[in-house]
């Protein structure tokens, strides 16, 4: 994954607070570059394209 290299843009609010839907609102989701994962049940979500 070389392409995300020079692109450090500001994400719209989708970023901002992303929980796991299976942990509840109280786990946020760890973010990997074009992804989330969940810490605990690695619940993974994709990062829709920018
Ligand atoms: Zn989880």
Redesign the pocket.
């Known amino acids: 994954m070389a392409e995300q290299k020079a692109k450090k843009k500001a994400v719209p609010a989708y970023k901002a607070g992303r929980y796991?839907?299976?942990?509840g609102p109280g786990?946020r989701?760890a973010e990997h570059g074009n992804r989330w994962a969940?810490?605990?049940?690695?619940?993974t979500e994709i990062k829709p394209k920018q």
């Open positions: 796991c839907p299976k942990c786990v989701l969940c810490g605990k049940c690695k619940y």
